[in-house]
């Protein structure tokens, strides 16, 4: 995996990955409040509804999700609330499913070799540590993806080193 610093839309030619909280809000569309997940929606309004969609059929076994018509990857940070959906993104981002989820995106890349940008995932509004994030994805995704992070201060220090420009 390489690791860069910038803004993840500003490189169109690469997939990006938006950490998402499994779970719907009443009018059935996902919660996209925070970070790459708001900034998707902003970009792309049909993505609440079409991720509530297929997030309301799977349930919690909902697994990373392809949209090849928005270049996008949608990766579960955040487990469903089974009893109340609509509150899944108040809880803190589940490090078991990040990595779950991490081999989920590993296996779809396999299979479909594209170039990928992976933001910090879980470590926004999920309140995971950088530093227990950063080595799951590191063993399992290849040069094929980049981590992204706003700034190298975002990083840990021992990261550093290895931020180069895309």
């Keep these: 995996m390489l ?7 500003e490189y169109p030619s690469y997939w990006k990955v938006v950490p998402v909280n499994i779970g719907w809000k009443r009018n059935r569309c996902n919660v996209m409040g925070r970070g790459v997940a ?3 929606a902003k970009i792309y309004p049909d993505l ?5 969609f297929y997030m309301q059929r799977a349930g919690a076994d909902f697994t990373v999700l392809r949209s090849g018509f928005h270049n996008l990857f949608f990766f579960p940070v955040k487990p469903l609330v089974t009893e109340a959906p609509r509150l899944s993104w108040k809880q803190k981002a589940s ?3 990040v990595w779950k ?3 989920e995106l590993a ?3 396999l299979h479909h070799p594209v170039p990928i940008l992976i933001p910090l995932v879980g470590c926004g509004n999920g309140q995971l540590r950088p530093e227990a994030v950063i080595p799951l994805l590191d063993s399992q995704l290849d040069d094929n993806c980049t981590l992204i992070a706003w700034k190298i201060t975002d990083l840990p220090q021992t990261y550093h080193e290895r931020v ?3």
Excluded: F, H, M, Y
């Design 3 to 9: 690791i860069t610093t910038g803004n993840i839309w």
């Design 38 to 40: 708001a900034q998707a």
């Design 48 to 52: 609440p509804a079409l991720l509530g």
């Design 95 to 97: 490090i078991d499913l």
């Design 101 to 103: 989820s991490t081999c």
């Design 107 to 109: 296996s779809l890349q």
């Design 164 to 166: 180069e420009p895309l």
